[in-house]
């Protein structure tokens, strides 16, 4: 199983019938790069900045973190690399930060929020992210938007961090593309307007289910509930792959849904062409791509919109 997993890992990742997919890693830091590489991912679709900012005593300075970006950019080469910012709250937690306790943390001050108000964080993120720009094959993307004033805030704040950096005379990637994560329900919904705000979207599902289903993803009593296969979240994924294609934004999938090997068929019927994971489950995934043909993957979409219930879609999937 080793030997097939390595043979994988230098064939492309096409359908049977030539279809071409992105299959790229979600990493940490820069040592995880190693990994992708091995395993044959494209690039990084989701780096989660948050270690950079936990288990320590206080922010880190700019230099700090521009140190952090460069060596990923630099590790990453030519591949594409996204960075996301912040999404501290929630579950991932910053003492120093003297955020109040919340009764529904989840619900609450995390992510785009504490950025757009906490502005001096945000900026100071910015300008390390768009310093290392200059290393690198760089996107950036904002976590946790849930309404198009946001994005429209959070870009307007790029844009204060490149003039600056123009006067300073400081050097960065001017193409530098900016897009969101889709992990609200309320951004999947108005993912039509959201499309005209950005350059991609990135489907994040570990969240949009959790908000979709209303189930705690960090509580085991309602784990069972907690299902990316339940309908009306395969509804809103449908959405918004629909509409960015229809809107000609790129879009990717970098919840752990993109990783789930029974779901890779649905996706690329559904019109995925981009999927960030774990870097150990890329040739998984890459089997199930090379497996399978695009009207197949059209066949399992089609069928499954008859369905009733998350059980009924997962044994079509293993069935066919
Ligand atoms: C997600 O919500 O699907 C996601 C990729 O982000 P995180 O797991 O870091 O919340
Ligand atoms: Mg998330």
Redesign the pocket.
């Known amino acids: 199983q080793m030997a097939l997993l390595r043979s994988l890992r230098d064939l492309p990742a096409v359908t049977g019938d030539g279809c071409a997919v992105e299959l790229l890693a979600n990493i940490s830091e820069p040592d995880d790069l190693d990994q992708v590489i091995e395993n044959g991912g494209e690039g990084v679709g989701l780096l989660r900045t948050e270690l950079l900012f936990m288990g320590r005593d206080a922010l880190p300075d700019e230099d700090e973190q521009f140190a952090f970006y460069q060596e990923i950019a630099l590790k990453a080469g030519k591949r594409p690399v996204t960075i996301r910012t912040i ?1 501290i709250g ?1 579950d991932k937690e910053a003492p120093y930060l003297g955020l109040p306790k919340e009764e529904n943390p989840f619900l609450g001050y995390r ?1 785009i929020r504490i950025c757009l108000d906490r502005t001096d964080i945000f900026k100071t993120q910015l300008r390390a992210i768009l310093r290392a720009s200059a290393f690198g094959n760089f996107k950036i993307m904002f ?2 938007i849930g309404s198009v004033q946001e994005v429209r805030a959070a870009k307007a704040m790029m844009q204060q961090v490149r003039v600056e950096l123009e006067n300073d005379g400081i050097a960065f990637d001017a193409g530098m593309q900016a897009g969101i ?1 889709i ?1 609200i329900p309320a951004a999947a919904v108005i993912a039509d307007l959201l499309a005209k705000e950005v350059d991609f979207f990135s489907i ?1 599902t ?2 949009l289910i959790q908000y979709t289903l209303a189930v705690d993803r960090m509580n085991d009593q309602v784990a069972p509930l907690y299902d990316g296969f339940h309908p009306a979240v395969l509804r809103l994924i449908a959405r918004v792959i629909e509409e960015a294609n229809r809107a000609g934004v790129p879009v990717s999938m970098c ?1 752990e849904l993109a990783g789930d090997p029974l779901a890779t068929r649905l996706l690329l019927g559904m019109g995925l062409r981009a999927f960030s994971m774990s870097a150990v489950s890329i040739p998984w995934i890459k089997q199930q791509v090379r497996e399978t043909t695009l009207a197949d993957a059209q066949y399992v979409f089609e069928a499954i919109r008859g369905l009733d219930t998350a059980g009924e879609i997962r044994d079509f999937c293993k069935n066919n």
């Open positions: 999404d929630g992510a976590p946790m994560m992990e994040g570990n969240d919840g």
